[in-house]
């Protein structure tokens, strides 16, 4: 009877050995005559434990990790095949702590089997809500998608159905769906991780998105930095077009959809849907003033749904199981889940899906295991390069849109890096201002020139260090400039770490602390 295997090729286990390991696995099968199927599936997200193999044994997944080349022979020895006991044996991989209790609904297919195998998708759930969707009238489509108070996963947290309802109603015989793939905020992984693990889930939302607003034509635009992603996608594309779920005749309903991949420019910037959107047309990646909206004139001047990976994978779910549902999870506004991505100084890294309102300390601890130091963690940036700075005092807040805002912070794509108490708080201010001044498309002057003057105005209170000194109000004011004056996030969110920085570890500014202000 031939054993199956099932061993990540997602980029990060990769990176860490899954190719060797699955080479080592190969090799000792061969020279021990066992039948092996070996299947390259994505990662559960389970980073701390890559290379992660899972062993299908009696009709359960059986997990071990880390699993290295040098490892392979013993756990044969072990009887690993039909589930033998070892010290790399982490038991049903269902039942791992980790990942049992985390609610995955966009990413229940990770890890399951062949990211690119069709078959394997719709025998997993997929599929279902496309063919709810191509049942119904777009305004029932985009009315499910407002039950379910989804927003944009991006950052940006607009209502998902506002927008589609105003592309829907936007005068144009030509419409688009553009799927923004440029993820580029640190500590950020979970696009790169569908992309790779469950690509069918992205193109089935990009359909249903098309049905709902009248687009017949989708863009796939991907940071050139994800090579793996890359050629998942096209082999997806290439299967999806085979069995015709994209081209002239959706599922034979008569409804057309293309979807082109598109490689993006290598700027952070491009990440801003006007300036991808420049980008896909030819042009240099500069922000474009608003209005127009993309909605109303976006990608060739067309009314255009720009949507981030994990919003458009959110849909198939939704369609599939209802806008009620959804909106059972989380908490205010803030409906459904998110992937969060703990990453930095922290014991257990990964991917972290959990419904809105979970806190700061339980996905430090509870899942990430504290500090990788063993120290105390002195603050945590959640939002990429561009979110707040939070002390200790802030890991209580849930992590939801509303309160986060209240505070000055950022849940942006849910990206979470986390430091411990060796930190330098004044050194990671000046470069947040250095990446500003560095991946600024230049187009707007507070952004330009104000991340340069930022810099300078940082390095000089860095040199005054260990002499105390009240002297920050320029930095402040030019940071206010900076929030008001700038034509997109770039400029406009690049205080936020400063300003947090500024606020809660003044000491390593050589700043005297600021005074509690008193409430009545």
Sequence with gaps: MTARLYIPGDAAAVSVGADLTAEAVAAEARRLGQEVAIVRNGSRGLFWLEPMIEVAANGTRIAYGPVAPEDVPDLFAAGWLTGGTHPLCLGPTDSIPQLARQTRLVFARLGLDDPVSLEAYRSNGGLTGLHKALAMAPEAIIDTIDSAGLRGRGGAGFPTGIKWRTVLNAGSDRKYVVCNADEGDSGTFSDRMLMEGDPYSLIEGMLICGLAVGADTGYIYLRSEYPDAWKILQAAIAGATREGLLGDNVLGSGRRFDLHLFKGAGAYVCGEETALLESI????????????????????????????????????????????????????????????????????PGLVEAPFGVSLRELLHDYGGGSASGRPIRAVQVGGPLGAYLPESRFDLPLDYEAFAAVGATVGHGGIVAFDDTVDMAGMARYAMAFCAQESCGKCTPCRIGSVRGVELLDAMLARRPQRSNDDTLLRDLCQTMLEGSLCAMGGMTPYPVLSALDNYPEDFGLAPRPVEKTA
């Design 281 to 348: 047309e030819g042009k240099r990646g500069l922000v474009r003033a608003k209005p127009p909206l993309p909605a109303l004139q976006g990608l060739f001047g067309q009314p255009t749904v720009v949507n981030n990976v994990i919003t458009l994978a959110s849909v198939p779910w939704i369609l599939a199981h209802g806008g009620a549902a959804y909106a059972a999870y989380g908490c205010g506004r803030s409906r459904g889940t998110l992937p969060f991505q703990l990453a930095g100084n922290l014991k257990r």
